[in-house]
């Protein structure tokens, strides 16, 4: 069984897998350790990775996975992002199911929703993976961001159920970053019982920025705290570089360059580049041909323009950072070393000002693209049964509080209104106590409104309880809720109680363990009524059950159409090669073994062929290019056939007369009736080989061979079976022999 780590970025995708020797990332058909998380439709194929990002479409196409997602859930992200995305977007239903953007493909129009690409995304990793392993791919660990919703979670283990993936767990991305780092190193925490070593994680992503604060020690790790800013990534500042050369080159060419889809991302590709180049110069210069109406342009910027066009964004990097080191509890004094990771962390500018905040420059001791799928990979090692991984405890803590409500209100703890408090250990089980005579709905909502991206609601779902009717006036009613492995929360059981009346007045309350002790006691001394109640379960902007089946019948489909235009292609290429093969091969190697007519009549198709191919033929079916392939063969086969004889009839000739020798020199050890019948047999097949060679060597070789190779093995085995059997004779009557 294969062990896989997914790290399902906003623009890149990465995917690491667990072998006997260490950790390997996977490399794509191009040979890439990174595929760009892309996806696009021509009218009858569907390309992923860097085929999707070099196809020529209508429009771009369909990438930045988790901006769609949280587009689909925060309205106040649509004047800003709607405008850098470089394709369509037709609906915008605050839901990760609904449809945000259409496909055109094999002459219908699909409806696609977030949770429709990620499975895509996820479905080629999975694909890239089992190439690579050549081995079936299922059991996986995928990371997610830290300030991902329960709907959003959902929409990622919902994509993986359509991609045909199990994932063991859905790991925040610096837990898995701090796993990479932490696993092999002896030097943290290096005293058993001692005091851990504290080490700050701080990941710049494309589209956002985490940091958190993570505790090491000899038997594992455990994080303390998550910062982030969901909204803060390197496409922030490679925008910033947009706007300012967007507007240089409004005013130096008079061009609108915001207001043409193409320019704009050209002008955006551009803009990375002129990123990365000042992140080890001083100066980048953008230099693009015929940007619009047939007009190049040329732009130059200073490493300090650029910072100053970014002060904003840098001093937001900070904010996520000190919002970790605030609920981690520790000082900055306490900390080893603050690890810097994430494809947007290489901007100089970013270093100095973590530098700043955290009184010591930040290291770079891991893979700053590799580090989160190499941690996933890790921790499906350490969840999978057929992997041996040293013990080491990979504890993370709730990014947010969640509570629950009923009709009369939030179900309130000793100390808030949280039941899953964020930096409580992850997963968590807790068990609500409410007294109801009656079904009822309970409400999971985010506590802190403050502790989420901004924007989002904090609404969770609801879970409706019954119908059940107790025999007493209010009876208890035991809630199990979990919050899991993956960050989902979930009403695992409801039970219903029928005890003492008495306590019919008392108060909901929230007990943190599942400890039934006081319940065993009781029933001894009276019996009581113990009944599993059912339980509706209604999450906010997921996907149901029958638009999840239909997305996983979409994705069959789609999956049976790209193996079909493999396929297609690879016959095609196959018809294509035949043709340049044969043409050569006429001319030089299968002249001599075919006729002026021949040779004039295959020249003819072979030309139509090609001709065809360029034409009328470029886009056709699987079964046509086979057609054409095998018309081809009759022709070649006939020539084909007559060359490779040729060779194969040499050999078969000199081992026929090695083998007739052979039989002879045998044979003298025999009495001479077996000798003389065995010399019979030779001179037999030695005749007949010295006719049959003598007529071949009087025809041009254009013509059919007169004996075939394969007739002459025939006669070499005939005359193996003839001595052999003659033996076997004479064997036998010395047996008889030696009986009388």
């Known amino acids: ?61 369909f990438s930045s996975p988790k901006r769609l997602l949280l587009l689909a859930s925060r309205p106040d992200l649509h004047p800003r992002d709607l405008p850098r995305l470089p394709f369509p977007v037709h609906s915008l239903p605050h839901a990760a199911g609904g449809a945000l953007v259409h496909a055109d493909h094999l002459g219908r129009r699909i409806p696609l929703a977030p949770t429709h690409i990620l499975a895509m995304l996820l479905a080629y990793l999975k694909h890239l993976a089992e190439a690579d392993l050549e081995a079936p791919v299922a059991d996986c660990v995928i990371s ?114 915001a207001g043409s889809v193409k320019a704009s991302m050209r002008l955006r590709a551009a803009c990375e580049k002129a990123k990365k180049v000042l992140s080890a110069n001083a100066e980048a210069v953008v230099n693009i041909e015929c940007l ?12 300090e323009d650029f910072e100053r066009l970014c002060s904003g964004l840098l001093e937001r990097v900070v904010e996520p950072c000190r919002r970790a080191m605030a609920d981690s509890g520790i000082g900055l004094e306490k900390l080893q070393s603050v690890e810097l990771v994430g494809s947007g962390s290489r901007v100089p500018a970013i270093a100095r000002v973590l530098a700043g905040f955290f009184r010591r420059e930040p290291s770079r001791t891991i893979n700053v693209s590799e580090c989160v799928a190499r941690g996933c990979a890790l921790q499906c090692a350490m969840l999978s049964p057929t992997f041996r991984v040293r013990e080491y405890e990979v504890q993370d803590v709730i990014p947010a509080s969640i509570g629950f409500c009923t009709e009369e209100g939030p179900i309130s703890t000793s100390s808030s209104n949280a039941v899953f408090r964020r930096g409580q250990p992850l997963p968590s089980v807790k068990i609500i106590t409410l007294h109801r ?28 309880i019954g119908p059940f009717q107790a025999h007493s006036e209010k009876s208890k009613v035991k809630v199990k809720v979990r919050l899991n492995l993956h960050g989902l929360i979930s009403v695992e059981s409801a039970v219903l109680i ?25 029933r001894k001394e009276r019996p009581v009524q113990r009944q599993d109640l059912p339980i509706v379960e209604s999450i906010y902007g997921v ?22 235009v493999e396929r297609t292609k690879e016959r095609k290429n196959a018809l294509e090669s035949y043709v340049y093969d044969i043409r050569n091969k006429l001319s030089e190697r299968y002249r001599s073994f075919a006729t002026d007519s021949e040779r004039e009549e295959i020249s003819v198709n072979l030309q139509q062929t090609e001709e065809w191919l360029y034409e009328e033929g470029d886009d056709e079916t699987e079964a046509v290019y086979t057609s054409k392939l095998e018309e081809l063969k009759k022709l070649v ?70 004996v075939w190779s394969h007739e002459i093995k025939k006669k070499q085995q005939e005359l193996d079976r003839s001595c052999s059997n003659i033996v076997t004779s004479k064997a036998r009557g010395h047996a008889g022999d030696d009986g009388c």
Not at 4 to 19: C, E, K, M, S, Y
Not at 190 to 203: E, K, L, S
Not at 543 to 564: I, W
Not at 653 to 663: P, Q
């Open 543 to 564: 996907m149901s059950k029958q638009e999840l089946l239909e997305a996983q019948e979409q994705e069959r489909q789609l999956a049976y159409q790209d193996k079909l």
């Open 1 to 61: 069984m294969s062990v896989v780590g997914f790290d399902v970025g906003n623009d890149t995708l990465v995917a690491a897998a667990a072998r006997q020797r260490g950790i390997d990332v996977l490399l794509n058909a191009e040979s890439s350790r990174e595929s760009p998380a892309a996806v696009a439709f021509s009218h009858n194929a569907r390309l992923l990775g860097a085929h999707a990002s070099a196809a020529a479409s209508s429009h771009a196409p």
């Open 637 to 706: 086969d006939p020539i084909e056939n007559r060359c490779k004889d040729e060779e194969v009839r040499a050999e078969a000739t000199r081992e026929l007369s090695k083998r007739i020798v052979d039989h002879r020199m045998a044979a003298k050890s025999l009495s001479t009736p077996e000798r003389d019948a065995i010399d019979d047999e030779c001179t037999k097949a030695e005749l007949w080989l010295s006719e049959s060679s003598q007529l071949q060597e009087s025809l041009p070789k254009n013509v059919d061979p007169v």
């Open 437 to 464: 005579n009656s079904g009822f709905t309970l409400d999971a909502f985010y506590v802190d409104e403050n502790e989420l991206p901004p924007g989002t609601s904090t609404q969770i779902g609801s879970f409706q």
């Open 498 to 522: 029928d005890d003492d009346p008495r306590d019919a007045n008392s108060a909901d309350s929230m007990e943190v363990d599942s400890n039934d002790d006081m319940d065993q006691k009781s």
């Open 292 to 303: 619009m109406e047939e007009k190049d342009v040329r732009g130059v910027i200073r490493r």
């Open 144 to 257: 997610v961001p830290c300030y991902f919703t329960q709907a959003q979670r959902r929409a990622y283990a919902d994509a993986a159920a359509v991609a045909g993936l199990r994932p063991l767990r859905l790991m925040h991305d610096l837990a898995a970053t701090a796993l990479c780092y932490g696993l092999y190193r002896s030097d943290l925490g290096a005293v058993a019982g001692g005091p851990p070593t504290y080490v700050a994680f701080v990941d710049v992503g494309h589209s956002d920025t985490q940091a958190g604060v993570v505790a090491f020690d000899p038997a594992g790790m455990k994080v303390l705290s998550h910062g982030f800013d969901a909204d803060l990534g390197g496409r922030d500042f490679d925008e910033a570089l947009f706007e300012h050369f967007a507007a240089e080159f409004g005013d130096r060419y008079g061009i609108d360059v």
